[in-house]
């Protein structure tokens, strides 16, 4: 196949595109022209604002299928989180149709539900309805929270864990996380692009192991590895840390929406993917932190610890 990766130069984008090359496919990136593309066989890098309707139907026309990866968790003067998920989604629709594509895999999250209140999940949830009232034939594939060389939740949690032992989970750090590898998500994709019986459904994509919170957060300390004591800190503190952060730097270590999930927890049920794609997710072990965490710097270039490395961590 030839496919359309929309934001397929980001953190999963890149997972994605390696799957189908790795498949035999080939793959047409749209991105917004932001980020470094490295040159590869059997992918094409077009720079295009898919929001505002600048998408090279020329190209999408030689196209079997199209893959939406474009999202944000964090809002700017120039992205919202209408523009980036809801107005995106309708204009890669219009152009499938325009252009013939018929084919679509559309990236959401577990989280992502009808909420005023929280504009992420609110235009998630949007942007599914969407492409199911498309007439495509669409999977919506939901993951939970995603992990990977060069991720977020990785990267922020061994800075944090590097700079302090001291670690303040939201809340009690009770909330359930069923982290997915990008490599699994890739592989996802990929099957459900090639099996019929994924067309019209909506699978969760989650790893197979129901963690807490805090014992998310002592994984990735047993991989570095760092002792960490967990600080059960009020969810209130939390927000008013974050909004801070948010306002105060351009890539804060959280933001507003993916506290919110960490609050309500990313959770969903990994057997249909198994059932009906024939794969099983990788479970969350500190071995996969060890492989990455090397390439990770430390949070302001500090570290409060005295004793590094002690090889354990504190339950």
């Known amino acids: 196949m030839k496919v359309v990766v929309a934001g397929g130069s980001g953190f999963l984008g890149r997972h994605v595109v390696d799957a189908l090359v790795d498949g035999g496919h080939q793959a047409v990136v749209l991105s917004r022209g932001n980020r ?76 992502a539900r009808p909420d005023p209140h929280h504009a992420y999940h609110d235009t998630k949830w949007q942007a599914e309805q969407l492409v199911r009232n498309s007439g495509l034939d669409f999977t919506i594939l939901k993951p939970g929270v995603i992990y990977g060389p060069g991720d977020d ?92 952060m948010s306002v105060l730097f ?3 270590l959280s933001t507003p929406a993916q506290l919110q999930m ?3 927890g990313l959770a969903g049920d990994p057997q249909p993917v198994e059932r009906d794609l024939g794969i099983q997710t990788q ?12 390439s990770i710097p430390p949070l302001f270039g500090l570290t409060l610890r005295i004793l590094r490395g002690c090889g354990s961590y504190h339950r």
């Open 36 to 111: 470094e593309c490295t040159d590869r066989d059997n992918v094409e890098y077009v720079a295009c604002d898919v929001a505002a309707g600048q998408l090279p139907l020329d190209a999408l026309r030689e196209c079997d299928a199209l893959v939406n990866l474009i999202g944000i968790k964090h809002e700017t003067a120039g992205q919202t989180f209408a523009m980036a998920h809801v107005e995106s989604t309708k204009q890669l629709i219009a152009a499938a149709r325009e252009a013939g594509v018929q084919r679509c895999v559309h990236i959401s999250v577990v989280a």
């Open 153 to 244: 939740m990785i990267t922020h949690l061994v800075k944090m864990i590097r700079f302090c032992p001291l670690f303040p989970v939201v809340g009690r750090g009770t909330s359930i996380l069923q982290p997915v590898s990008g490599a699994d998500v890739a592989r996802v994709v990929v099957a459900a692009l090639q099996r019929e019986i994924a067309i019209g459904q909506t699978y969760e994509v989650v790893g197979p192991d129901a963690l807490m919170l805090r014992d998310v957060v002592r994984t990735v300390a047993a991989g570095i590895p760092l002792s960490v004591w967990i600080l059960p800190t009020p969810i209130w503190f939390q927000r008013t840390a974050v909004w801070a």
């Open 283 to 294: 479970p969350f072990l500190a071995e996969r932190i060890a492989e990455v965490q090397a």
């Open 262 to 264: 960490l609050i309500d």
């Open 250 to 252: 351009r890539n804060p």
